[in-house]
């Protein structure tokens, strides 16, 4: 069964850090691209940033690009999300998500992933 568990969430002032973690198991192992998403209250979930189990190529979100590092311990089958410089606007629950092909549009579309975590929630106060 496939399952993504994330972690490493919390509360967190303007301008500083946390970490994500999305541990994988079962067929996530098959697929090719994890990504994270974020939903804050009343909004609709937006893409974060992704990356590719074969390739390592990433793909960030121009709202992170700069402050987020996605990154892929293959052997430990987990991504993280490294977030540095955080803003109040990053408040959200994050969630990890696969899907099996890396295409450059397809990455950043919630309906293209069919697997998703339980979610993280990150809180950025001011």
């Known amino acids: 069964q496939a399952q993504l568990v994330e972690s490493g969430g919390g509360l967190v002032q303007t301008g500083g850090s946390l970490r994500l973690s999305c541990a994988q198991s079962g067929r996530t192992f098959s697929h090719d691209v994890t990504a994270w998403f974020r939903q804050a209250p009343g909004k609709e979930r937006q893409f974060v940033a992704a990356i590719s189990r074969r390739t390592g190529a990433t793909l960030y979100s121009d709202s992170v690009k700069g402050r987020f590092t996605i990154s892929r311990d293959n052997a430990q089958n987990t991504v993280d999300l490294q977030m540095n410089s955080l803003k109040t606007e990053d408040t959200a629950v994050y969630y990890c998500?696969?899907?099996?092909?890396?295409?450059?549009?397809?990455?950043?579309?919630?309906?293209?992933?069919?697997?998703w975590g339980q979610g993280a929630q990150v809180t950025v106060s001011s």
């Open positions: 998500a696969t899907q099996p092909a890396w295409h450059r549009i397809s990455v950043q579309v919630v309906k293209a992933y069919s697997t």
